[in-house]
């Protein structure tokens, strides 16, 4: 559905925002594109909608070159893509119908069938009954809700969606991506996410980009990504909560799959066992895809102990590597950081 081949892009000046970008996404596929700010996620978006076409490489959406189509074609190949943006947009002075009928309007659609369609997609997003209240009158979810819907108007095989829940709270944030699950699974769509928020790649997405100056530093199924435990992406998707540590410590920090909390409880009986009374700084579980997957750091005595530990760990198919407070505490900061920057 969506190929990138070598896509570059170099601005005035000689900034190079995106370089040599190759990631495929699959029809029907959730795709998250994360990465911190001046990645190049917000130049790729121009690009796949054709606002600011790459210097070099193709962007091929359903078939079409986005970047060497021109005037009709590009025209046509835009209205496949529908756009949800993180602050919206809505017209103050329209209403929610109206709002979501406007690019009908622009595309010369006829009243009656403008009417039909705004019907249908105010019954999709759940707001028939908001259909007449201006933007003033909407709580934050419902407008996304009416940016959704405007985004469908023109029955678009491909939804782009820019942070479309970092101004919202998290019971909203979840509703959005219901939403926008559901419709993936009624309407067939392809859904690209723009985020720094991993617990959106988490709750929604197949699979996960991350770009890093301007390149795709790791790329593949969600699954995929998290499995390859020692990578910064699998790090920061299954992050450990921020827990306070003396910077002498020294750390185990280890990786399970396939693991429950009654199985963490036995995983630290046969750690006692072997009289390594390790004890726990941080740890987190989640399930994802049907896959029950976990971190944890631990504190050990000293570096010997460690190695006995991730010895330990090792044996029951855990990835364990040592390391120490300090470098633990150091990547937890940059990673709030980044996060909060975004927020």
């Known amino acids: 559905?969506?190929?990138?081949?070598?896509?570059?892009?170099?601005?005035?000046?000689?900034?190079?925002?995106?370089?040599?970008?190759?990631?495929?996404?699959?029809?029907?596929?959730?795709?998250?594109?994360?990465?911190?700010?001046?990645?190049?996620?917000?130049?790729?978006?121009?690009?796949?909608?054709?606002?600011?076409?790459?210097?070099?490489?193709?962007?091929v959406i359903d078939g079409t070159d986005i970047g060497a189509a021109r005037g009709s074609d590009l025209a046509r190949a835009r209205r496949k893509i529908g756009m949800v943006f993180q602050h919206v947009n809505l017209l103050d002075s329209r209403t929610a119908e109206q709002n979501i009928a406007h690019p009908l309007e622009v595309a010369g659609v006829s009243a009656k069938e403008r009417r039909r369609r705004v019907d249908e997609l105010l019954d999709l997003v759940g707001l028939t009954d908001r259909r007449r209240n201006h933007p003033a009158q909407l709580s934050g979810g419902q407008k996304q809700r009416v940016g959704i819907a405007r985004a469908l108007a023109?029955?678009?095989?491909?939804?782009?969606?820019?942070?479309?829940?970092?101004?919202?709270?998290?019971?909203?944030?979840?509703?959005?991506?219901?939403?926008?699950?559901?419709?993936?699974?009624?309407?067939?769509?392809?859904?690209?996410?723009?985020?720094?928020?991993?617990?959106?790649?988490?709750?929604?997405?197949?699979?996960?980009?991350?770009?890093?100056?301007?390149?795709?530093?790791?790329?593949?199924?969600l699954l995929d990504?998290?499995?390859?435990?020692?990578?910064?992406?699998?790090?920061?998707?299954?992050?450990?909560?921020?827990?306070?540590?003396?910077?002498?410590e020294t750390l185990v920090e280890a990786f399970l799959t396939g693991v429950s909390g009654n199985e963490v409880g036995a995983l630290f009986a046969a750690l006692e066992r072997e009289q390594l009374p390790a004890r726990i700084a941080a740890g987190t579980i989640e399930t994802m895809h049907g896959q029950q997957v976990g971190r944890l750091r631990l504190i050990a005595r000293d570096r010997a102990e460690a190695e006995r530990i991730a010895a330990a760990l090792r044996r029951v198919g855990a990835t364990a590597e040592i390391t120490t407070a300090e470098a633990a505490q150091r990547a937890d900061d940059e990673r709030f950081d980044d996060e909060g920057a975004h927020g």
């Open 225 to 248: 990504v998290i499995n390859d435990a020692g990578s910064t992406l699998s790090r920061d998707l299954i992050a450990l909560p921020p827990a306070a540590l003396d910077g002498a």
């Open 154 to 221: 023109a029955e678009p095989r491909v939804l782009l969606c820019d942070e479309p829940t970092s101004a919202l709270d998290a019971a909203t944030t979840r509703q959005i991506l219901d939403l926008i699950r559901s419709l993936r699974d009624r309407l067939g769509i392809t859904v690209v996410i723009i985020t720094h928020e991993m617990s959106v790649v988490r709750e929604i997405c197949d699979a996960v980009t991350l770009l890093e100056d301007g390149r795709a530093a790791r790329t593949g199924a």
């Open 1 to 59: 559905m969506i190929e990138l081949r070598d896509v570059t892009k170099v601005h005035a000046g000689g900034v190079t925002a995106l370089d040599g970008v190759s990631l495929s996404i699959g029809a029907g596929e959730i795709h998250g594109i994360v990465g911190r700010s001046g990645a190049g996620k917000s130049t790729l978006i121009r690009c796949l909608t054709g606002l600011d076409p790459a210097t070099s490489g193709r962007t």
